[in-house]
């Protein structure tokens, strides 16, 4: 099976277990109220809408290279990560103030669309305060799927304990690495602090995590098996993100189901910018100085995307990923499963040849 018909594979499942579980919450809601009910609807909507299910992918990896036989365990445990990584999107949405997720409306948007009954002045206020109670609906859906995975209580435990720690706290301390930078000047801006914010974010909770969680799920403590997972995850999460970045720049936002340029907008400091910005002319770094977290225009943009390529920055940030995703490699040649660890290679070259 190639890695594309893995990933249909695995995402086919999470979404029928989700919808499954999203129709008893529905009707479980019910005995409560119909706020509740509505909640529950708009956020089966959300998170069965899009996405790549990478995580619950991993997760079923992890799970399998580490020798666990029932793919239903995996599938579960994957779908209740993949519902803390809608959580944290609807956060992330939020907190950069984002306006499409996969193609469609974010919950915040959503909401200012429907409450027209709030008076004008505060409908964003109220938009942003329903999202994130909708937010802390949905941490309960995935805490109820993560007490109740098929396992021993005490794995339970051990694997809430990670996501406390590695899907929850890291991914808030690299947010906050990341968010400072907004608001520092190139000239200040550390590449170091940078990446190790993708490491937090995204190479921690999108990669690292759910495979390590999945052979934790398969009770498996063999330390040199965790060792290479988590190097190939903190390696080939880290090309992701700074793929993501380029994406984000260069993306058709038909395919990726975001608008271009909202990174810059944000002033991210990506690897991009700050390669840029390293190799451009004076008049560039004024430029690129000025234009960095405002509303910029379709020209602007434009010219952001020219410093960038210009200087040579795009091709120094894919040659980067492509570091990474080679050193991820290296990590797995002594995993056992070779088809799981076909699998894992051919993943991390679609990461950086992705169109989404």
């Avoid at 989700?18 to 479980?28: D, G, N, Q, R, V």
């Avoid at 995975?149 to 794995?155: C, E, G, H, R």
């Avoid at 435990?157 to 400072?180: C, F, K, P, S, Y």
């Avoid at 234009?291 to 434009?302: A, N, Y």
């Amino acid at each position: 099976m190639t890695i594309q018909g893995a990933l249909k594979n695995t995402a086919s499942q999470t979404e029928q277990f989700l919808t499954t579980f999203f129709s008893a919450m529905e009707k479980e809601s019910k005995l409560t109220d119909t706020t509740v009910v509505e909640m529950t609807t708009l956020l089966k909507r959300h998170v069965l809408r899009g996405g790549k299910r990478i995580r619950p992918f991993l997760c079923w990896c992890g799970y399998i290279v580490a020798g666990g036989k029932s793919e239903q365990a995996a599938i579960h445990l994957g779908s209740a990560i993949e519902l803390i990584h809608f959580y944290l999107l609807n956060v992330d949405d939020m907190a950069d103030r984002d306006t499409k997720r996969h193609g469609g409306p974010t919950v915040e948007v959503e909401y200012e669309k429907s409450l027209v009954q709030a008076p004008m002045a505060l409908r964003g206020h109220y938009a942003r305060s329903f999202s994130e109670i909708a937010s802390a609906l949905l941490f309960t859906y995935a805490m109820e799927l993560f007490r109740t995975v098929p396992t021993s209580q005490k794995t339970v435990l051990e694997i809430i304990g990670m996501v406390n720690r590695i899907l929850i706290r890291d991914t808030a301390a690299g947010w906050q690495i990341h968010m400072h930078q907004n608001w520092e000047t190139l000239e200040k801006v550390s590449e170091a602090r940078f990446i190790r914010g993708l490491e937090l974010v995204t190479a921690q909770y999108t990669f690292t995590g759910p495979l390590l969680m999945g052979a934790k799920l398969a009770e498996n403590n063999d330390s040199s098996l965790t060792s290479s997972l988590r190097e190939y995850g903190n390696h080939v999460g880290t090309a992701f993100q700074i793929y993501d970045d380029i994406l984000g720049l260069f993306g058709d936002p038909e395919q990726t189901g975001k608008p271009v340029g909202n990174d810059v907008r944000e002033g991210k400091k990506t690897l991009l910018i700050q390669h840029a910005y390293q190799k451009a002319s004076d008049e560039d770094k004024n430029f690129l100085n000025n234009v960095l977290g405002t509303d910029i225009s379709v020209d602007e943009l434009k010219q952001v995307q020219a410093i960038v390529i210009q200087t040579g920055a795009l091709e120094d940030t894919k040659r980067l990923a492509q570091e990474h995703v080679d050193k991820g490699l290296t990590a797995i040649q002594a995993l056992p499963l070779m088809r799981v660890r076909t699998l894992l290679e051919e993943l991390a070259a679609f990461v950086i040849s992705r169109e989404k």
